[in-house]
């Protein structure tokens, strides 16, 4: 507050209003009473000086608190393991960038510490390998953008990280992505000399980073999502000419070729792959350093942007998560807002979607295995005050299953595996109107782990991986509606 100036409670001097009194009513004492779903605009005013709220109405579903974290931290990476539990790791904690790690257990809802990571971190990359390790990479330790180069791999059977092979370049703000061969597609990012057109790519198998072909603009704070077609799009970020731009990197030719440009440039934004097979951008910042509540999606199929819904709330530093059911669960960001909100791919419209416990940005958000959303850790704004934090929560989707679905068939039926080898599996899901979709939103599962395993994590989904000879069931779930493959190890 600045100096010379008081602050007085005028709850019952001021003149309450609100722009739609079909969805809920205030009386001059400030008691909002609601009466039926919808959004309002409520306003105080008092002389020649006004303010005013928006008020949502609805039967949300609801968030709840879980476990502390062990530390409060943001800019962490967060990784659903095959065996259900979620590993968090790294970012800045009230101390710093820091080393530490810990994993979420969803059947007993708290965490519990494990080793360190080999060095401090915070804005690293995470991706679950088709061996169950979770490869970091990346990210700063100091202050300004100047990125690092190593990585290390975290071994869930012993719950310690081990250094590997280095980037040839140092980075933060880049992306790293899963490609179909197993290998992984790190892109971009803020180098010392800038923003950078390199890109790399890392194989588990020899534990090195062999360079790949450059992508045709240097960018950083981009995102990167595998196509169902095993290409990777790129799209958007902070750029040396500031334009909308998008590329495709073909993993069979080790290129990037330019795409459609999105309709706006934007950065700190989200990706999220739909079960359409379509990628929607949401939020982010634009070109005049604003927030934007924007919203695009990418057709692969035409190689073009299009605009589509409009979030309520302008955001960025957000996090989206896609559901079961195969909607898109949007919350936090900007200022910290507690408002989340749900985007339907069939209506290609947002809606208001619940209060979070705590409004938070530049937090995880990770999909369990029983559906539900768990939120941790990053900025909180309480009390008109910004700070680090260790909080948790949940959020316990309405619906598991996408509208019209009717039949889930996994392919290949019968596959057959070498231990030590990985098959893909697919989810196609045959809806009411008899359309076929391959489903990104299924929850895999394995009915002898010790076989093989599977995964669920967003880098890495439906991935089954041969640990010892024998046979098991793999199953896509979404909801009450299942199919299901028998795998072969061999």
């Known amino acids: 507050m600045p100096l010379g100036t008081t602050s007085q409670d005028l709850t019952h001097q001021v003149t309450w209003t609100s722009s739609a009194p079909t969805v809920a009513t205030i009386d001059s004492s400030g008691l909002v009473t609601t009466h039926t779903s919808g959004q309002t605009t409520i306003t105080a005013s008092y002389q020649s000086a006004s303010a005013m709220t928006t008020l949502f109405v609805g039967n949300f579903p609801q968030f709840v608190s879980t476990g502390v974290m062990t530390i409060a931290r943001q800019g962490a990476t967060a990784t659903l393991l095959n065996s259900g539990k979620v590993l968090v790791a790294g970012g800045e904690t009230p101390g710093g960038e820091t080393a530490s790690a810990e994993v979420y257990d969803p059947s007993s809802g708290t965490f519990s510490s494990v080793g360190n990571m080999t060095i401090s971190r915070a804005g690293a990359r995470a991706t679950l390998l088709n061996n169950g390790k979770v490869l970091i990479l ?155 509540s924007s919203a695009e999606l990418y057709d692969p199929a035409s190689g073009t942007f299009s605009a589509t819904g409009s979030m309520l709330i302008s955001r960025a530093e957000h996090t989206a998560a896609l559901l079961n059911d195969g909607e898109v669960l949007v919350a936090g960001g900007s200022l910290g807002y507690n408002v989340a ?58 619906s598991l299953i996408p509208a019209g679905l009717v039949s889930i068939a996994v392919t290949p039926a019968n596959p057959s595996i070498a231990v030590g080898t990985s098959q893909s599996m697919i989810a196609n899901g045959t809806l009411s109107d008899g359309s076929v979709q391959r489903l990104a939103s299924v929850t895999w599962s394995s009915s002898n782990a010790a076989i093989a395993s599977i995964s669920n994590d967003a880098s890495n989904s439906g991935v089954a991986f041969g640990i010892t000879a024998g046979t098991t069931t793999i199953t896509a779930t979404a909801g009450s509606v299942s199919g299901s493959a028998t795998l072969s190890a061999q």
């Open 341 to 398: 909100e749900l985007y339907d791919p069939t209506s290609g419209q947002f809606t208001v979607n619940g209060s979070l416990v705590n409004p938070r940005l530049q937090h995880t958000a990770t999909r369990l295995i029983n559906g539900t959303i768990l939120l941790a850790g990053g900025f909180v704004f309480l009390s008109s005050q910004e700070s680090l934090t260790a909080s948790a929560e949940l959020y316990q989707p309405s």
């Open 138 to 292: 990346g990210g700063t330790n100091s202050i300004g953008l100047v990125g690092l180069t190593s990585a290390e791999l975290y071994d869930p059977s012993t719950g310690t990280f081990s250094a590997t092979g280095s980037m040839a370049v140092g980075r933060n703000g880049h992306t790293a992505t899963l490609l179909s061969n197993g290998k992984v597609l790190v892109a971009g990012g803020a180098a010392p000399a800038g923003e950078t057109a390199s890109a790399e790519v890392y194989d588990p198998s020899t534990g090195t980073f062999s360079v790949t072909g450059s992508m045709t603009v240097g960018r950083y704070v981009h995102t990167a999502t595998l196509l169902k077609n095993g290409t990777v799009l790129i799209a958007g970020g902070v750029n040396p000419a500031g334009a909308a731009s998008a590329e495709i990197y073909d993993p069979s030719t080790g290129t990037f070729s330019a795409t459609g440009n999105p309709t706006i440039f934007r950065y700190q934004h989200t990706a999220t792959l739909l079960n359409t097979g379509g990628v929607l951008l949401i939020g982010g910042i634009t070109e005049h350093s604003q927030d934007t």
